[in-house]
């Protein structure tokens, strides 16, 4: 799984926060700074507007609960497998909504599994085996840095 160069990063943009078809990455005080690879996950849709768990039965639209993204990784829309039209959005809207009505958890249900739960709704590069641990290092390992 590699960054998506597609249009190198036409759509992008950040001064306006908006990152369409990503994901995106923001420190979390004093526990990044403690655990560098940790911190706090959103997925961005078609048009680029932020949806993060940001607690308890809450899904923030552009306001990430720590603040605004400091890394984005750009994935590739023609990867989505499921059928129907706005595929993409229809997911990110889907796991917004069940995260609605969840309890947050930092280490078992939080703004990762959020993630992770849109990208197997919409089968992103043919799986349905997307989790927080795997979106942690992989976002680490592909994001790129807004400035």
């Not at 990152?19 to 700074?33: A, G, H, N, R, S």
């Not at 849709?45 to 306001?63: K, L, Q, W």
């Amino acid at each position: 799984m590699k960054q998506f160069n597609g249009g190198g990063g036409v759509g992008l943009e950040p001064e306006r926060g908006r990152f369409p078809y990503c994901v995106v990455w923001t420190p979390i005080p004093v526990l990044t700074w403690l655990f560098p690879i940790i911190g706090h996950m959103g997925i961005c849709t078609s048009t680029g507007v932020i949806r993060d768990f940001a607690g308890p039965y809450y899904v923030s639209e552009d306001n990430m609960a720590f603040g605004k993204p400091v890394k984005y990784w750009k994935l590739d829309p023609t990867k989505v497998y499921s059928s129907g039209p706005n595929a993409w959005d229809t997911a990110v809207h889907d796991a917004s909504e069940e995260y609605k009505h969840r309890m947050h958890n930092l280490c078992c249900d939080n703004c990762h599994s959020h993630v992770a739960l849109a990208l197997n709704l919409m089968r992103y590069d043919n799986s349905s085996s997307w989790n927080m641990v795997k979106l942690c290092f992989l976002s680490f390992l592909y994001g790129k840095y807004v400035r």
